[in-house]
């Protein structure tokens, strides 16, 4: 008997619009039954949200697109028309609102991963001492990982003249948007955050060897290291050590 | 009513399986960290390598004797290979220190000859337009890139000096000798990789550390000191450590286990010191010996190298002193007839008890200074003052160990001559636009070939007429004919031999 309840009581709770008040057994049964109440709560939170996410508006010439392609495509089954339109615009709005789901819980877990970082206030600083130049602080950006105003062309630009004229590899253009860096130790990068594109070769640079017996081996560089990632196996012998 | 039923349904999945996954990835807020202190002075380095620079980098790292493929899109002139690293900008507002990995393969094996070699010679691109002086940049703090440029490698610290083309042009703070002890927090400052896209993102973070351990110099200050902190990699190596006040206390020199070794701020501004008051690189004092402290060897060790049990004994039982295990033919301390079983027992009148207090020493002299030991020897009853003049050099494992690595033609070792060398198998010359042969990776400024007209990217072909790989060295030459391929030019060089 419960069960019959329950799975009417959920019909009635899921045609409810928010804000719509239920029926007086609904409100019987869900002060008793908390499975039905959770499911109550959850529906909530879930219209909150997505109502939460505002309009997503068509282009201008959606309606236009959308009539030519059902029009063409309607001489060829013109029987199952309005069966395609209709299951086509609940396959296009389930769309949208995965899109959305995706994109809201996305910034959600950045948000967790860096709480406070939203509308983030410019750093303060320590105070410099007397002695001291005052430190040019970059400017902070609403956005913790801003990539800087520097484009391969820029970068190319500065490069100092005394090189010669290289021939470079095709360098992609810059990422629109970036992630957000690791934050090490629970340390934020301090002002210096600015994100900047590194201008390196497109492609590893792969070399096969052979030693002075014979032996080959394929040895495979990385376009960039960081730090002292040396590249190959031997190391800066600036002090070596027990030689003078 | 089902179209509505269906979404419903569909949103109800949907948000418990997002929110199934956010609440299972996303971390738990962590505590709030103090804010780290500012740290403009440091800025990034970026050191770029071209395909000739990586085949010498090989040459010297590898046992390599010839290149047998290359991928389809290698050029020798394009840039193969990028280090990004931190660097220090000093107070002047126009001077960086960086510990720059690769800096050595930008140099010869005497840092471009010492004394200072004339500034035509300093980069052999700077002659010919060929091979180009360490192609390097600074990002400053505000992500603007400027450009720099490359004035020499302190062989001592491993420190490259840059100067900016303009000056204050990225922001600098005072340098100074700031106190450090075991147990101060610090900040370690270097550049890192925010995406792996193309291109790839970097920019500045920083990790805690704890000072653990300062190491006195023997002359007063700071020689050293370490600092622990997680998740230390090599990556962080060049990386600048900044104080809770936010001032420079030292580079990243090395990582020993999970400790960092840091370069203390005094000896940052003396090796830039050293290297703008010459203008040009400045090598390691060499003395061209192996050895180990006497406080560090068991007595039979002592032994093994002819002293008598009852000296052998005395001298243990004073903890100080350099047993010298070995002498490079040629060197400063063979000239000074230095021989293997010596121990060094002073420097200057300053008594040495462990190796990196002879290291310190011979440091603070310099390289072409002269210092004088203390020796005692295994046959000779009484100790005696040695006068020794030391020479220079970037890279001793070069000038000891390079020569087995170098393609030899039968007695003719190109790397007398200062020509480093690497073979190019048929297939990779044809992919390079030329022919098989030897390719010229290096030719040291200071040398009768670079004088010459030899070129870093030449292809050698023939010498004396005889195909590089049947060439018999005569033991009368005292002119080598070269035969080289540049830019698919056949050309002659007449190299005169270099007289030992």
Known sequence: ?244 | MNFRRITSAVLLVSALFYQTVASGQTPAPAPKAPKPPAAPQVVTIIHRLNGLKMFRLLLRSEQVQSIDALDSAFNLMDDVHTNVIAGLAMDDGETIAAWLPEADVEFGPQIVGFPAPPKSQMFPGSVNGFFDGPDVSVIGADGKQVPAKYIGLDAATGLSILKLENKNTVSASAIKEEPVSSGDSVLLFGPEQVTKTRPVLARMGAIEGRVENVMPAPSGGIARFKVSAAKLSKANIGGVAVNQAGDTIGIIDGLEGNEASILPVALIKRAAQRVLERQASVPRPWLGVKGEAVAALKLDEIQNHGWEMQRAAALAGKHRGILLTSIVPGSPAERAELRAGDVILKVDDKDIQTADEFTWWLEQAGPSSSVEFTVARPDRPVEWALNVKLSGMSDQWSRVNWRSRFPSIKGFWLIDQGIETIALKPLVASQLGTTPGLLVVYVDPVTAAFEAGLEPGDVIQTINGEPVSAFRTSPNSDLYTFEVVRKKQKRVVKIPAKKK
Not at chain 1, 76 to 95: E, F, H
Not at chain 1, 205 to 220: H, P, Y
């Open chain 1, 1 to 244: 008997m419960r069960k019959t309840n329950c799975k009417q009581i959920r019909r009635e709770l899921d045609e409810l619009m928010l804000g719509e008040t239920w029926s007086a057994a609904a409100t019987e049964h869900l002060s008793e039954c908390a499975e039905c109440r959770e499911f109550h709560v959850q529906q909530t939170k879930l219209r909150k949200i997505v109502g939460s996410l505002g309009t997503i508006e068509a282009p201008a010439d959606f309606d236009f697109r959308l009539r030519a392609r059902l029009a063409k495509g309607a001489s060829s089954a013109p029987a199952i028309y309005w069966r395609l339109v209709r299951s086509g615009l609940i396959a296009a709005a389930l769309a949208v609102v995965v899109l959305l789901g995706v994109v809201a819980v996305r910034d959600a877990m950045r948000l967790g991963e860096n709480p406070g970082e939203v509308a983030r206030k410019p750093e303060v600083h320590q105070p410099v001492k007397a002695d001291q130049a005052p430190p040019v602080i970059p400017e902070q950006k609403p956005s913790d990982h801003v990539v800087a105003d520097v484009t391969p062309a820029t970068i190319r630009k500065f490069r100092p003249t005394q090189q010669a004229d290289y021939k470079k590899r095709p360098l992609s253009s810059i990422a629109i948007s970036s992630t957000g860096a690791s934050v090490l130790n629970g340390t934020q990068p301090a002002a210096m955050s600015t994100a900047f594109p590194i201008d390196s070769s497109a492609q590893s640079f792969t070399v096969s060897l052979e030693d002075g017996r014979g032996n080959a081996k394929t040895i495979s560089v990385p376009t960039v290291s960081f730090g002292s990632q040396r590249i190959v196996q031997s190391g800066n012998q600036f002090a070596p050590k027990r030689d003078w």
